[in-house]
Structures are given as structure tokens and as C-alpha cells.
């Protein structure tokens, strides 16, 4: 483990709070020691209160934030002397002590303390790390654990059999260090759960934490050697991406939301789902039970018929309620959060890309961790009860409730085409900022950079290709897991010719980009959309259609064979549930087709000005890509769940339409 000290970088932070922003950061750096929100640190500081009496506080971690961004504001100042009468109470139940803590902290907006503040508090020391680094996990989670840490640390360290964290943690090792000599210790390893250091300096605990985890590290590596990896002919087979929708539509209805689904082919996800015995060393549990409300306490194992796996897994997870149950505890939903297919690698599911992105990471520290236990002789993690009592624990459920509800169209796939401008792309910002994740097509090579953030993906498609659009469309599966809600909008105005002087090509390519490319993608969509949540497909078309013009057959044309095709589609695709609804908007000018010269052309073929042209609709209002982008989201959203087929005019009123 890299020691990432860096004397002149540490010399910059002076107070004690500073330096331990700085090793907590340190900390973070490393998935391998903590990772999403796991891991906590703290800091006993001397300081005046109001009233000029010193007082001793413990700024600890606060819930929410995480180790690798943390800042002072992070930490929450608890009052030591609380923390001390509460550690030698005998009895103490979760809500008194979240209570007792929150009102023991000197600043009431301080985020709420860590649940393991009181075991911070009775550690003598001024510096406490805590980490759930993967390599001192995993050596305790095999059948002889106690016995290689004695191995690696001697009795350098304290080595303390599982308890659930919290008070009773924290009790535990009270009485456990009551007559032990803390100077003559270098840390403390939590068997199945963590590891903590201490000193008096800030560098001291810190590197402490490296060098403790270091030996876990050279133990495994000696111990276990490299793990295999597949070769080239199993890294190619396996995919099957109208299974991974199949499996990603089960999931959501179980867990009564959209979610996303991501597969993971890399080569150690695929050594992993390629193990004889995965089924078995794959479902016994977590490496850490921090990671329980992440995951789940096992993956679902998915094979030929993947809806009955999950399925299958929802039942086992009833049961695994009911026989463990108690009080008046109410099952969770019984999606699985990730799956393991034999073959073909992991698959993560979560909400949101940043859920994906938690999910994929623990999966691929949680396999690895794995392979090497069973090389260690064998992969024993934590019995069902007690990853059930943290599953349930009232403290972790709440980190899980915090937030409000959920944006219009989290967990939705929606595809885009013509995203790079116009039209196109308020349609990408407006379904993101709604909580959907989006594949943004569009023609030119800048979409694959252009939108920063993890819930788009750009993808380059040329529509006049239909290999390219089955490429972009399987990558959007490949990405999100599925596909809910397509925008087919890529459109393209010719130049203004009579059908006398119409040439050819300009006929061609209209009719090729603004209806034949349409039908193209439909047609490549269709399998993944029967898969769907709620799935729904708008078209642009145009007020061209009900009111064409002179001068734009090539165009209008297009366009009303577009509309035709949706009416078609209405009918064909309403049987699998999936609705198809057209908005027709006129004179959205601020998109790529409308340029200067073209304006000009129109607006004098009309007789007017431009502004005048702009604005020559029965409101006088002038319609922006913006506004058309509204109108497409609501379509696609419940309030039109019981419309397909319908027609609706995005165009300040015309009188030729009304
Ligand atoms: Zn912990």
C-alpha cells in the first residue's frame, strides 16, 4: 500500500483539524483501504467554549461525507465527556445514542457523528484511523483468519471477534483494552469488518494504517500468487444483450423503480463468473458488512433464463426475511443489486449512473477479495444472522432514506438522436436534469466529449447507416442495461426547391435522413423498448405535415411519411404497451437547420421580416428548442401513460393547423 505522506503538502495544513482533513483525504485516495462513504477518522481537540471553559471534543467523520473529499465542515464536533459516560453505560440502544451524540455536538449544523463515535472516543489516542481495507478483510474471512493476523502482526495488534458496530462495538473493546497496554499496540483489526490505528500524531496513525496494511498485503501476494485471468476465446463469448434488458426489467419491477443495469466483461469479472464453484463462493456474502445496504447480502446468479434467476432470488429473499426477522421489521424489496453470470461477467444495478458506479467498484474489490480468501483455503464471511442484523439495522437504513423523492425519470433509458444542437440536445439536458441517463447520438465526432456527465453518453452514429445504428444502439444497452424512452429527432432542412427544379440528391438525402433513418432505428429498438419500463417513442415532425409550404416537398414529404410511420408504429407496437406520440413544432429557430441564409429565404418568400417571420404564429410567441424538449418529456412521462398515436403542434397556433 502506497504511503502517500507528503511533508511539504503536510507542512500547509497547521491546526490538528487541517492535518486531519489532509491523512483523511490520504486515506480516500485508496479504494483498496476505503471506498464510497466506508472508512471514518477522527481528531481530539482541546478548545473554549463560549463560557471560556475548556473543552475536550471528538471531531469525528460525519455521516455523508466521504473520505476522499472530505473537508473541515466534514467533521462533527462531539463532546468527549458524553461520549465517555455513554461508552461505560451497560445498555444503550441505537436511537439514544444517535440522540445523545447529536445533542452532545458543539455546532447543532455539524453533519450527524459516525455510529462508531463512541469506540473514536475511547481509543487514548489524539489520532484514530479506520479503514476496511481489502486486504486485512480478506484474510479474515477465511477459516483460519485469527490465525494468519497472529501470523502476519504477532501481538503487535489487538484482534477483536465480530460485533455489530455501534455501542455494543464499542463496549466490547472497552472492556476488552480495560487492562491492556495501548502504547504497546500498533492497531486493532475488527475480524470481518475493519481495521484501525491510532497515535498522537496525525502522520504517525496514518502511516500506522499503511504499514498494517502493507503486511496483510504481502501475506495475500505470497500466499496466493497472481490470480488467472481468461483468455481471448472466453472474453469474447457471452454477451446477450436482450437478456441483460430481460434481467434489468425484473430487477426494476422488483425493486419498484427503473434501474440501470451495467455489465462488467472485464477480464476479472469474466475470470471471476468463469469459476467452477461460483455459484458457491459467488453468494456467501460481503467482505465487509459496511457494504451490505450497497449490495445486498448476495448477488443474484443468472443463467439462460435470467427473468426466473431473478425471480427465483426474490423468493430466497422473503425467506431469508422471515426466518430472520423480528419485531415489527418490514422486508426490503428483494432486487438484487448485482449479479454474477456464469460466462459473461458481473452486472451492476442501481438508479443512477453514481449508483452503477458504486455498486461496479465494491463487486470488483468484493470478487477479487474473494479469490484470494479461496486461495488462502477458503472464503468465509459472516453468518446470514449477522449480515442480516446490518441489513436491517435501523442506522444504516437511514443513510439510505435521506435524499427526498426521486426526479421524474430516474432509473429511465432514453435514447437521442440529433443530440449535438437544437432540439436534440434540450432534449439530452432536460431528460438528465430529470434523473435519466441518456445516450446522446448524434453524427458528429465531438457527442463523445460533449456533455459532462456521468448520467449522458455521447455516442458518434451516422443514421444513413444501419450498421451504425445497431452499433450505437447495442452500446446504449451495453452503457445503461436496457432502453425506456427513444427520441427519434434527427432531421435535416434542404435547400428550397420547386418540385420542377428538384435535383435528385436533395430529394434523396431528405428523404433518406428525415424518414428512411427514422424506420432504420425503430426497427433496431424495437427488441430492447418490449423490454422496457413504461417504454415510449416520440418523433419530430413538423408543422409541415398539416400545413405544408411551397417550395419544401423534399422536406414535407419526409415528414409526412415520418408521421405515417408513427401512426403505423402506434398501432403495431401498442400490443407490447410501448406508445408512440408525434410533436410537430414550426419556426424553432434556434437549431442547426435554421441558419442566417435560410431564414432570410423563408421569411422573404413570406413577404416579412426576420423578427417578424420569427414570430408569425397566432400567440406571437417565439418557440425555443428548450420549450420543444418540455413538450417531449412530458410525453414521455405518466401524464401522457394512456396516449399513443396523437399528433401535438408545438407552434404558437396556425391558423392553416387549428
Ligand atoms: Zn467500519
Redesign the pocket.
Known amino acids: 500500500m502506497k504511503n502517500r505522506w507528503n511533508n511539504r503538502e503536510a507542512a500547509r495544513h497547521k491546526s490538528p483539524l487541517d492535518l486531519r482533513v489532509y491523512t483523511s483525504r490520504l486515506l480516500g485516495k485508496d479504494p483498496d483501504l476505503v471506498m464510497h462513504g466506508?472508512?471514518?477518522t477522527s481528531v481530539k481537540i482541546a478548545e473554549k467554549n463560549l463560557f471560556g471553559e475548556e473543552e475536550e471534543l471528538l471531531y469525528v467523520k460525519g455521516s455523508g461525507w466521504d473520505l476522499a473529499s472530505i473537508e473541515r465542515e466534514g467533521f462533527a464536533p462531539v463532546r468527549m465527556a458524553t461520549l465517555l459516560k455513554m461508552a461505560a453505560l451497560d445498555e444503550l440502544s441505537d436511537s439514544d445514542m444517535v440522540r445523545f451524540q447529536r445533542a452532545a455536538m458543539t455546532n447543532p449544523n455539524a453533519p450527524a457523528p459516525s455510529v462508531?463515535a463512541i469506540l473514536h472516543a475511547i481509543i487514548p489516542f489524539r489520532f484514530v484511523d479506520?479503514t476496511?481495507a481489502d486486504a486485512v478483510v480478506t484474510i479474515t474471512n477465511t477459516r483460519d483468519g485469527k490465525r494468519r493476523l497472529r501470523d502476519i502482526y504477532g501481538d503487535s495488534v489487538l484482534i477483536v471477534p465480530y460485533v455489530m458496530?455501534g455501542f455494543i462495538l464499542a463496549r466490547e473493546i472497552g472492556q476488552m483494552t480495560r487492562r491492556v497496554d495501548w502504547q504497546a499496540l500498533k492497531g486493532m483489526v475488527?475480524l470481518n469488518?475493519?481495521v484501525f490505528t491510532w497515535s498522537d500524531d496525525a502522520q504517525e496513525s496514518y502511516e500506522a494504517m499503511i504499514s498494517l496494511v502493507t503486511a496483510a498485503e504481502r501475506y495475500l501476494s505470497r500466499a496466493c500468487g497472481k490470480l488467472s485471468l481468461p483468455n481471448a476465446k472466453a472474453t469474447k463469448a457471452g454477451e446477450d444483450l436482450l437478456a441483460l434488458a430481460a434481467a434489468r426489467k425484473s430487477v426494476s419491477e422488483l425493486r419498484g423503480a427503473a434501474v440501470l443495469a451495467r455489465p462488467d466483461r472485464g477480464k476479472a469479472a469474466l475470470a471471476f463468473s468463469l469459476l467452477k464453484n461460483v455459484a458457491s463462493i459467488g453468494t456467501r456474502g460481503p467482505i465487509?458488512p459496511?457494504h451490505i445496504i450497497r449490495t445486498k447480502q448476495k448477488p443474484v446468479l443468472l443463467s439462460k433464463n435470467p427473468q426466473r434467476d431473478i425471480a427465483r432470488y426474490a423468493e430466497r429473499y422473503r425467506d431469508y426475511f422471515l426466518r430472520n426477522k423480528h419485531d415489527s421489521l418490514s422486508c426490503l424489496d428483494p432486487a438484487p443489486r448485482w449479479a454474477i453470470w456464469p460466462g459473461a461477467g458481473t452486472v451492476a444495478f442501481g438508479k443512477n449512473a453514481a449508483e452503477i458506479g458504486i455498486i461496479g467498484d465494491i463487486v470488483t474489490h468484493t470478487t477479487k477479495c474473494i479469490r484470494q480468501a479461496e486461495a488462502l483455503g477458503g472464503w468465509k464471511p459472516l453468518p446470514e444472522k449477522r449480515l442480516f442484523e446490518m441489513e436491517y439495522w435501523e442506522l444504516e437504513q437511514a443513510k439510505l432514506k435521506k435524499g427526498g423523492a426521486a426526479p421524474l425519470f430516474e432509473g429511465k433509458v432514453v435514447l437521442v438522436t440529433g443530440a449535438g444542437s437544437g432540439i436534440g440536445r434540450a432534449c439530452v439536458e432536460t431528460f438528465a436534469a430529470q434523473g435519466a441517463a441518456v445516450a446522446a447520438l448524434d453524427v458528429k465526432k465531438a457527442i463523445t466529449h460533449e456533455f459532462d456527465s456521468a448520467q449522458i453518453v455521447g455516442i458518434r452514429c451516422d443514421l444513413n447507416s444501419s450498421q451504425q445504428i445497431a452499433k450505437a444502439v447495442d452500446q446504449t444497452i451495453r452503457h445503461w442495461g436496457g432502453l425506456d424512452i427513444v427520441v427519434s429527432n434527427a432531421g435535416i432542412f434542404p435547400a428550397s426547391e420547386s418540385i420542377a427544379d428538384m435535383s435528385p440528391a436533395i430529394w434523396d438525402k431528405s428523404l433518406a435522413v428525415n424518414l428512411t433513418a427514422h424506420q432504420r432505428l425503430l426497427q433496431r429498438c424495437i427488441p430492447y423498448l418490449s423490454q422496457g419500463i413504461d417504454p415510449t417513442v416520440i418523433i419530430n415532425a413538423s408543422k409541415n405535415v398539416p400545413a405544408p409550404g411551397p417550395g419544401v416537398s423534399a422536406y414535407s414529404v419526409a415528414k409526412a411519411g415520418l408521421t405515417q410511420l408513427a401512426r403505423v408504429a402506434a398501432l403495431e407496437f401498442a400490443p407490447q404497451g410501448i406508445r408512440v406520440n408525434v410533436v410537430h413544432p414550426n419556426a424553432v429557430f434556434d437549431t442547426g437547420i435554421w441558419t442566417h441564409d435560410v431564414l432570410q429565404k423563408r421569411a422573404k418568400h413570406y413577404g416579412q421580416t426576420i423578427a417578424e417571420y420569427k414570430r408569425n404564429n397566432l400567440l406571437k410567441t417565439q418557440i425555443t428548442s428548450q420549450d420543444v424538449a418540455r413538450l417531449i418529456c412530458t410525453l414521455a412521462g405518466p401524464v401522457f401513460s394512456k396516449t399513443t398515436g396523437a399528433q401535438i403542434p408545438i407552434d404558437g397556433g396556425n391558423e392553416r393547423v387549428i
Open positions: 466506508g472508512g471514518n462508531e479506520h476496511h458496530p475488527l469488518h475493519g465487509t459496511d
